[in-house]
């Protein structure tokens, strides 16, 4: 199933979605679509980094050698 999420624009704004839409040929929504989507994902990826390092600055990241994963996997 499939839901729908409506979006109000101006009409500025408008514009420059259905200019962008044509850009990367597509359609507005599948182009709305793709940046939500790369934008949490980038999101999530600094998360990840910046706990790391907040990890790593307390003294608190715990790590294993590479060969214990590969182990683990079974490569």
Known sequence: MSAVISV???DREAKVL???AEIFNCK???LIKKF???RLEDEY???VFVDYEAEKKAGT???R???EL???LDL
Request: proline share 4%.
């Open 8 to 10: 109000r624009v101006n």
């Open 18 to 20: 259905a200019k962008a």
């Open 28 to 30: 507005v929504s599948s």
């Open 36 to 38: 939500t989507f790369e």
């Open 45 to 47: 990826d600094m998360k």
């Open 61 to 63: 990241l715990k790590t």
């Open 65 to 67: 050698p590479i060969g």
């Open 70 to 72: 590969w182990k683990e």
